[in-house]
């Protein structure tokens, strides 16, 4: 089976980053299928402390959970770029994912389900729908 490796930025929204985790953590892949790289993009609003407990909370939860603190705001494109070099080598799929993104417990299992049975497939992406003021994913993964 295959493993990705969830990166989330962060800049001074501990509160969505923390419910984006916990919908990480009620995956029902099982904690050998995903590593969570969050990277704080110089938050000052004490994130960082907020993010390192709620990752140590959860660890059991992740193949592997790491906080990336940036010392200054180098945008998405930058906290992205600081992801990717941590990602572990024998992940083979990469999930971008904004720091507000709530996902339904089988996303996770959905997106690998779809990698390990079409080979040729390089890119996957999924449908975003409001939902009472919040943006939740669609777990339908097209053919």
């Known amino acids: ?7 989330i930025p962060n800049w001074n929204g501990a ?19 995903m590593e969570v790289l969050v990277v704080d993009n110089g938050s000052v ?18 193949r592997r959970a790491v906080l990336i603190p ?5 945008g998405p494109a930058g906290a992205y770029n600081a992801a990717y070099d941590a990602v572990s080598a024998d992940c083979s799929a990469i999930l971008r994912l904004d720091n507000d993104v709530v996902l339904p417990p089988n996303a996770i299992s959905c997106l690998l389900a779809r ?5 040729d497939v ?13 943006t939740v994913w669609s777990t339908t993964l097209g053919p």
């Open 122 to 134: 390089a890119a996957v992406g999924a449908a975003s729908f409001p939902m009472i003021g919040r």
């Open 1 to 7: 089976m295959s493993r990705v490796s969830v990166l």
């Open 45 to 62: 609003d004490g994130s960082i402390e907020l993010l390192r407990e709620k990752l140590a909370a959860l660890h059991r939860c992740f």
């Open 115 to 119: 990698l390990d049975t079409n080979m």
């Open 15 to 33: 509160a969505d980053t923390i419910e984006c985790l916990e919908s990480l953590a009620r995956q029902d892949c099982g904690p050998n299928a």
């Open 70 to 74: 940036l010392k200054e705001n180098l």
